[in-house]
C-alpha cells in the first residue's frame, strides 16, 4: 500500500525564518516521485518542488528545498527566509509508477508566517 | 491560455439532485483526476482517467460517474446517491508517464448542498 504522512497539522515560523515541514512516504516500489504543492486560502494548488526517487541530489527552487532521505523514507519541506505570503496549506504528494501514476496525497500542514 | 478551467465556481444544489461540475483542460494531457477536499483536511481521490473512454474509481467514489468521450473534458457527476456532498471540488490533470510530472490543478468548484 502506498501512503503519505504529515504529522503536524499546524506550524508557526517568524518572518525571515527558515523552517521544516515534515513529510514520510510508504511504498515498496522502486520508482517513485514526490511533490510539494501549496495551497493559499483561496483554493487554487501551486507546485513547488519535485525528487525523483534515483535523484541523487536534493531538489531546490528558490526558497523552497527538499530534505530528501531514502532510507527514513522521508521528504520534508524546507522553506527560507520565510514571507508572509507564505501561509498557507502545505501538502506532500506522491506518484508511484507502478500504480497507474496515480497520485497520493498528505493529510496537509498549515502554516503561519507571523510578522 | 493554456490551463484547466471549472465550472462553475461555486454550486449550489438541493438534496435529491444530480449535478455536474465540468472540468477542461488544453494542456493536452492525458491523465485526470478528481479530487475532493473537506475543510482542513488533504485531497481525496474520486475518479481518474489516464485515456479517453476509459476512467478508474478512487478512494471514494461511491455516490459519484464521470465520462471520458474527449481528451479535453472530464466531467464529475455529483448524484443523489452521495450523502454528505458538500466539499471543494478540484481537478487535475498530468501527463501519463513517470518522471517529474506533477499534477497541474483547476481552480475547483465549491458545492454546497442545501
Known amino acids: 500500500a502506498q501512503k503519505i504522512t504529515q504529522t503536524q497539522p499546524g506550524m508557526f515560523v517568524q518572518e525571515k525564518e527558515a523552517v521544516t515541514l515534515d513529510c514520510t512516504y510508504d511504498t515498496s516500489d522502486p520508482s517513485y516521485g514526490l511533490f510539494w504543492y501549496k495551497q493559499p486560502s483561496s483554493g487554487e494548488m501551486i507546485f513547488l518542488i519535485y525528487q525523483g526517487s534515483y535523484d541523487q541530489q536534493n531538489a531546490t527552487e528558490g526558497r523552497y528545498s527538499l530534505n530528501f532521505q531514502k532510507a527514513r523514507k522521508s521528504a520534508n519541506l524546507v522553506i527560507s527566509a520565510s514571507q508572509l505570503g507564505d501561509s498557507a496549506m502545505y501538502f506532500c504528494?506522491?506518484?508511484?509508477?507502478?500504480?497507474?501514476?496515480?497520485?497520493?496525497f498528505g493529510t496537509g500542514t498549515s502554516l503561519t508566517v507571523i510578522p | 491560455d493554456g490551463g484547466i478551467t471549472q465550472s462553475p465556481k461555486y454550486l449550489f444544489r438541493k438534496e435529491g439532485q444530480n449535478v455536474t461540475l465540468s472540468c477542461e483542460q488544453n494542456?493536452?494531457?492525458?491523465?485526470m483526476y478528481w479530487y475532493r477536499q473537506d475543510p482542513g483536511q488533504g485531497l481525496r481521490l474520486i475518479y481518474y482517467s489516464q485515456i479517453v473512454n476509459d476512467f478508474q474509481k478512487g478512494d471514494i467514489a461511491e455516490g459519484y460517474s464521470v465520462s471520458r468521450e474527449k481528451k479535453e473534458s472530464f466531467p464529475l457527476t455529483v448524484t443523489s446517491a452521495q450523502k454528505n456532498p458538500t466539499a471543494f471540488y478540484l481537478c487535475a490533470t498530468s501527463y501519463d508517464f513517470p518522471g517529474r510530472n506533477e499534477q497541474f490543478f483547476g481552480p475547483g468548484t465549491r458545492l454546497t448542498v442545501l
Open positions: 504528494a506522491m506518484r508511484v509508477t507502478n500504480t497507474g501514476n496515480q497520485f497520493y
Open positions: 494542456l493536452n494531457h492525458d491523465a
